[in-house]
């Protein structure tokens, strides 16, 4: 069994900054892919930054320029870094990854809500 728990999220004012953390923990051989993704209240949900093992980093465009992911393998956590928080930034934060002989899992969940 794997597990994923999200931390970090809060109210914030437009153009402020939160981070996010997620730490994996169970019975972990190895994590490839690790990512973020939101859910906005009657949207799909969407993907917002995913890191590989190695580093290498893509994001939805909307993300570009504000948005930082980053992992340490370590401690298996990953990390998203949000700066100039738009409230369109507004949801439920998902942390998901891939793990070695288990697949893919998803964390429960984070709210970030970005409002004056």
């Known amino acids: 069994q794997v597990q994923l728990v999200e931390s970090g999220g809060d109210l914030v004012q437009p153009g402020g900054s939160l981070r996010l953390s997620c730490a994996a923990s169970?019975?972990?051989?190895?994590?490839?892919?690790m990512g973020w993704y939101r859910q906005a209240p009657g949207k799909q949900r969407e993907m917002v930054a995913i890191?590989?093992?190695?580093?290498?980093?893509i994001y939805v465009d909307s993300a570009k320029g504000r948005f930082t992911i980053t992992r340490d393998n370590a401690k298996n956590t990953v990390y998203l870094q949000m700066n100039s928080l738009k409230p369109e930034d507004t949801a439920v934060y998902y942390c998901?990854?891939?793990?070695?002989?288990?697949?893919?899992?998803w964390g429960q969940g984070t709210q970030v809500t970005v409002s004056s």
């Open positions: 998901n990854a891939y793990f070695v002989g288990v697949g893919s899992s």
């Open positions: 169970g019975n972990i051989i190895s994590i490839n892919n």
């Open positions: 890191i590989t093992r190695g580093g290498s980093a």
